[in-house]
């Protein structure tokens, strides 16, 4: 049951053999969306390919701030991936952050304390599920989204890029990956994008959703670049790609097609 | 150029002078500068290694990317791991900067964490001095004869100027350099991260200046598709501007073309590359847009009208009467015959003439009208 795959894997140097697998190892990935088109499809794409990788390959922390958990359990049953039990195999470990209270916050702890107490579960997590023995495959951390958890931090943006910069240290040091959802649009050109900046230095792989320059269109619902900078390992520098492809969003997935080349 | 960098750094600093400094900065358009930094310091530690250089050893301050990422860098560099070892101590700011991870392990009294740590992990960037301590106490590892100097390396100041002020990076980078035991010193600063007064204050500091420029300026910043082009040419290539500051003021500016591959990154002289770079980029067209080798040389030979004149010759001034020079007669005056037998003989000479007959005597030599309407004047 190899599901064809698609532009979007391949851009994200997935695609070889249509084999479900997660996102390789110590990647970060950052999707960013805006208000007339949202990225959560990509996000939804990627939650699938990391729980899917077969059985005991592969874990998912997700860290929502922006929908409940049902939410996601109904769309990616549509998707052909079932939450709930994944849930209960912990292999998925569901942080519920909708109310924006970081989990373990005290009173009298600072913004700061709620940060580690918040990285100090999602370690302890990742140190449990790589402690069990079947479970060799890559942990992927997922944010769904940033800009939620920069309010659940009083706007404190270097608390943000602390936390972050842990996160990522995990990636190179336990063999995860880490996925952020940002919006591009919510930031004041003047303020200089900070945030979006140091996201974008960060990221390995850079996925932006936009509408199409040429307005609205029934067929086609918008428009992915998608960045890749390569990986920098042992056999030297990959090179950077750039892709660049349309999407429709359909009840049960997702086409990618090339500019044109649909109909 | 690129050349001049790390010989630079491999001669490290004169008696009595402050170590040379080096400051790479790149931007998001041209984020290409961890090649560069890459590349510097894997040139400088096989220098190290081969003991080719004035340091004998080198303390890198790994902010940005992990410890073992450097250690792979320089295996794929071929560079020997016990050299290696011998000469390069990493100075760990990347795996738990503010000392979360050392937190948490206290409080849940935890066995042992599946973290394992190579090189020294520092736990507290915000704290400037004792950064500087245990860069100054790891430099103190490395034995040589005579006076050890060492060389530092930090990968990435952007994230310290995160953690610090201003004015104490500065400070602390100054500190550096003018410490005695400190052969020469370079760092990464992402420029568009800070304001520009940032950027300035570290390239005071440093006697080097490479700065990555984006080859291609993408003329507004909209529209995604018309950019893609500049975005995949900027993602590989990049200008190299550098800024050579002498210890008597003078300054030098040079300029090379930056290109990354499968190995590495690689430095181009500029103009070489200018014409490649047009090749590609410049549609494909029915006709040239520039000339062969061969056209050049041909266009170059041809005498343009009244060039010959001031060698010599007599000076010939079109006035509209006097076209033909003196001693002829004015072919207005000349009778039809006289007229045909002439262009029989020069037809005959093979040297071609244009015959301008005036209408009258109304019309001004140099007359400014256009009886056609045809000419743009």
């Known amino acids: ?263 | 150029m690129a050349e001049t960098i790390c010989r630079t750094l491999r001669d490290g600093s004169l008696e009595g002078e402050q170590s040379p400094a080096l400051t790479i900065k790149d931007s998001l358009q041209s984020p290409l500068g961890s090649h560069v930094f890459d590349h510097f310091l894997s040139t400088l530690v096989s220098h190290i290694s081969a003991g080719k250089s004035q340091a004998s050893g080198l303390v890198l301050v790994a902010f940005d990317r992990s410890p073992s990422f450097y250690l792979d860098l320089f295996k794929t560099k071929g560079l020997d791991a016990s050299l290696v070892d011998k000469s390069v101590r990493i100075l760990d700011c990347y795996s738990d900067p503010l000392g979360w991870k050392d937190r948490l392990l206290h409080s849940t009294n935890a066995e042992e964490s599946i973290l394992k740590g190579s090189g020294t992990v520092f736990k507290n960037v915000r704290d400037v001095n004792k950064l500087l301590s245990s860069i100054l106490d790891l430099g103190k590892g490395f034995t040589g004869e005579g006076k050890v100097r060492f060389a530092v390396a930090i990968d990435l100041v952007s994230i310290m100027l995160r953690h610090v002020s201003l004015p104490s990076v500065a400070g602390f980078l100054n500190n550096l350099r003018s410490n005695d035991q400190i052969s020469c010193i370079f760092w990464l600063i992402h420029s568009d991260l800070h304001e520009p007064r940032a950027s300035a204050a570290l390239e005071y500091i440093s006697t080097m200046v490479a700065s990555l420029e984006p080859m291609m300026q993408s003329s507004d910043g909209q529209g995604t598709s018309g950019s893609l082009l500049w975005l995949e040419e900027n993602s590989c290539k990049a200008k190299f501007h550098v800024r050579l500051k002498r210890c008597n003021g003078r300054v030098k500016l040079l300029y090379e073309e930056l290109h990354t591959e499968q190995a590495g990154i690689r430095f181009e002289a500029a103009s070489s590359v200018r014409t490649i770079v047009n090749q590609n980029l410049l549609p494909r067209v029915q006709f040239n847009l520039q000339l062969s080798d061969k056209e050049r040389v041909d266009r170059a030979r041809v005498v343009l009208p009244f060039e010959h004149q001031g060698n010599g010759e007599a000076i010939q001034i079109y006035d509209g009467r006097r076209s033909l020079s003196e001693g002829q007669k004015d072919p207005y005056l000349m009778q039809p015959s006289a007229f045909s037998h002439k262009m029989n003989t020069q037809t005959n000479n093979e040297k071609g003439e244009i015959h301008y007959i005036r209408d009258s005597d109304d019309e001004r030599p140099d007359s400014d009208e256009d009886p056609d309407d045809d000419l743009d004047i």
């Open chain 1, 1 to 263: 049951m190899n599901p064809p795959s698609n532009l979007l894997d391949e851009a994200l140097g997935l695609g070889h053999g249509g084999a479900m697998a997660p996102l390789p190892a110590g990647r970060v990935v950052l999707v960013e969306d805006c208000v007339e088109t949202s990225g959560a499809f990509v996000l939804h794409h990627l939650l699938k390919r990391a729980l899917s990788a077969g059985e005991g390959d592969g874990a998912v922390l997700f860290l929502a701030l922006a929908q409940p958990f049902s939410h996601y359990d109904r769309i990616l049953r549509k998707l052909g991936c079932n939450l709930s039990v994944q849930r209960s195999n912990n292999k998925l470990h569901f942080f519920d952050m909708l109310k924006l209270e970081f989990p373990g916050l005290t009173e009298g702890n600072d913004i700061e304390g709620g940060f580690v107490e918040l990285y100090s579960k999602i370690q302890r997590a990742i140190e449990a599920s790589r402690s069990k023995e079947y479970s060799r495959g890559c942990i992927t951390i997922m944010i769904d989204d940033l800009s939620l958890l920069e309010i659940a931090a009083c706007g404190s943006i270097d608390c943000v890029l602390d936390f972050l910069y842990y996160c990522i240290s995990l990636t190179s040091e336990l063999d995860c990956s880490l996925v952020i959802l940002n919006h591009e649009d919510i930031y004041s050109s003047e303020e200089a994008p900070r945030l979006l900046s140091h996201l974008e230095y960060l990221a390995d792989i850079v996925i932006k959703t936009e509408p199409l320059s040429t307005g609205l269109a029934a067929d086609v619902h918008g428009q992915l670049t998608i960045f890749n900078k390569g990986t920098c390992n042992r056999h030297g520098h990959s090179m950077n790609k750039i892709h660049n492809f349309h999407f429709k969003v359909k009840e049960n997935g997702v086409e990618y097609f090339y500019p044109g080349s649909q109909y």
